[in-house]
């Protein structure tokens, strides 16, 4: 394979090498790509007698072949890796900034393997705007290598600090000769609240975030899956090329949606916290204070998606529901696994502090209606991050769902 490195300016840049040679070691060819403060900490000399390849690093420079080499080199490269990516590079990057050899090359690297291994003070990690930078990246399906904690080189103590050299290129084998397990499969997600009219201005709501139903859209679509995402309004972003994202508003909205998708997809999972119930009409003007009197709201029951779903299963899709229950729980939850025809649910426990909605994390029971013996299986997670409870779902799917296995 031929991989690409791109080394910016930060201390850990004189780990660089190091990297370069293991991956020549494994057997790839070698393109180190530099930007002049990366040069600062490491000479063009070591990089090109390491990757036995003349090193990329001047735009402009006369020694270039053309004047496009990043276009040609981002042909020539099957997988990329910038280590280490300081702040600068990756909101270069989350920006769309191509100023240099390195964040041009970038900018052209699409549709192939990305890895991004950060460096930084731990403040600089910390910063919203670097994380919001990661998140982003992360949801257009590049492949962050999280630094690690530890004495960082200023001297302070936290996380910040590169991933060592040996855990990077363990981490590209991993991912790169990593099957698809999901490729060509098309999994439905419905994430987010319903909005529910009560006139020009006011609606029926819920606090859901959507975080859940993004994050199983993004691990789906990791796993090589392509995604339709049926979401009630958030404030959430993504941007992965095999997420096909239709924003909704209320539930008939998204009723409608995700009935006309579902026949073309091997699996549906509705994490969407949607309204079961909505009024009987909708002001088209702002509805105007009645005297001291109280108001009264008339309510009529929303169509229940997911036991839509559930009548229109063929053979070999899987449906996947969520339950948020208070009181008996688990036979609750198992009575809608069944009553719903669903082959998983997950069961949302609003006891759990850090669990439910708004929060990063989350602590969920995945109950299967096929288990070893015939009875369904019950797992409980520990309190995860939202990202990692979504890789648990995702991964029980693919092991016990005839939709989806390979
Ligand atoms: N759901 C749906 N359409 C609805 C209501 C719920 O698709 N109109 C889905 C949710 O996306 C979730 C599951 O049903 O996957 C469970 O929702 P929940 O509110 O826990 O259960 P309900 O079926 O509404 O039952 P109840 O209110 O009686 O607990």
Not at 169 to 186: E, G, V
Not at 385 to 395: D, F, G, P
Request: net charge negative; hydrophobic share 40%.
């Amino acid at each position: 394979m031929r991989v690409i490195v791109g080394i910016t300016g930060g201390i850990a840049a004189y780990k660089a090498p190091l990297l370069a040679r293991l991956l020549v070691k494994a057997g790839h060819e070698v393109q180190c790509v530099a930007t002049s403060h990366a040069l600062e900490f490491v000479t063009p000399l070591t990089l090109e007698t390491v990757s036995g390849r003349r090193l990329y690093s001047d735009l402009f420079s006369p020694a270039n072949d053309h004047s496009t080499e990043h276009i040609s080199l981002k042909d020539w490269g099957d997988a990329m890796v910038v280590a280490p990516a300081t702040a600068n590079i990756i909101g270069k990057l989350a920006s769309g900034i191509g100023d240099d050899a390195l964040s041009t090359l970038l900018l052209s690297f699409s549709g192939k393997p990305l890895f991004v291994a950060p460096a930084m003070n731990t403040q600089m990690w910390v910063h919203p705007a670097v994380q919001r930078n990661v998140s982003y990246l992360r949801s257009t399906g590049v492949n962050i290598i999280e630094p690690a904690s530890g004495q960082l080189a200023c001297g302070a103590t936290g996380t910040g600090r590169m991933a060592d050299p040996e855990e990077i290129a363990d981490f590209m084998r991993r991912t790169l000769k990593q099957p698809k397990p999901l490729a060509s499969r098309r999994v439905l997600v419905t994430a987010g609240p319903t909005y529910e009219r009560i006139d020009a201005v006011r609606f029926i709501g819920n606090y859901s975030s959507g975080k859940m139903g993004f994050a199983i859209a993004e691990t789906l679509a990791a796993h090589g899956a392509e995604v339709e995402l049926v979401t009630g309004p958030t404030a959430l972003g993504i941007a992965h090329p095999h997420v096909h994202r239709t924003d909704v508003e209320s539930a008939r909205e998204m009723f409608d949606a995700a009935t006309a998708l579902f026949p073309s997809c091997n699996a549906a999972i509705l994490s969407a916290a949607v309204a079961d119930y909505r009024p009987d009409h909708a002001a088209d003007h702002k509805l105007k204070k009645q005297g001291d009197e109280g108001m009264t709201l008339h309510l009529v029951q929303n169509p229940d998606i997911l036991a839509t779903l559930g009548t229109m299963k063929q053979e070999g899709q899987t449906l996947v529901g969520f339950a948020l229950e208070t009181d008996n729980e688990l036979a609750n939850a198992q009575r809608k696994l069944e009553r719903k025809n669903l082959d998983f649910i997950v069961l949302n426990s609003l006891k759990d502090a850090g669990a439910g909605f708004g929060v990063d994390t989350n602590r969920v029971t995945i109950i299967s209606r096929d288990g070893a013996e015939g009875e369904g299986d019950t797992y409980t997670t520990p309190l995860l991050s939202k990202r990692e409870v979504a890789e648990v779902i995702v991964n029980r799917c693919i092991e016990g769902a005839k939709g989806l296995e390979r």
